[in-house]
């Protein structure tokens, strides 16, 4: 009898979190930020970049959110001292909004906008305090 509700609850944190993707084209690279938990692999990536994985709060990325990337770029919500820009890929905030054309300069994300992060042993790692909201095992994308 358990089965049945479970399944429920699953069934509506899909819906949820597949409900954002009308954002992604906002973003640089926002379907390919690394997850940075400790211990995640290296093709895993967070489902979403302005919501904390609770599903229903904005991370402070989310929080700043504008769909005007040339607004938030040079900010750096989660204020880990690194832009949206650098972390997305877009250190010097060319990207525009739908113009493939423009996309070449980008480089790989290296880490989340919305929560802050440190460079620990070559990579971005969540920092400690924040792993109890960012990282449970069942948010991201492989
Ligand atoms: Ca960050």
């Not at 940075?36 to 979403?48: D, S, V, W």
């Not at 938030?72 to 820009?85: A, E, Q, V």
């Not at 790989?108 to 802050?116: L, M």
Request: aromatic share 14%; charged share 15%; hydrophobic share 35%.
């Amino acid at each position: 009898m358990a089965t049945l509700p479970k399944i429920c609850i699953w069934c509506v944190i899909v819906a949820i979190a597949v409900s954002y993707p009308h954002y992604y084209p906002y973003v640089p690279n926002s379907r390919n930020v690394p997850y940075t938990c400790p211990g995640a692999g290296p093709n895993e990536k967070f489902l979403r970049i302005g919501h904390w994985p609770n599903f229903f709060e904005r991370n402070p990325f989310g929080q700043n959110f504008s769909l005007d990337w040339t607004v938030i770029c040079d900010l750096d919500p989660d204020m880990d001292n690194r832009t949206s820009g650098e972390e997305l890929g877009d250190p010097n905030c060319q990207w525009i909004h739908d113009n493939v054309t423009t996309h070449t300069f980008l480089t790989e994300a290296t880490s989340n906008p919305g929560i802050a992060e440190e460079f620990v042993n070559g990579k971005y790692v969540v920092l400690e305090h924040l792993r109890g909201i960012a990282c449970p095992e069942a948010f991201i994308l492989f």
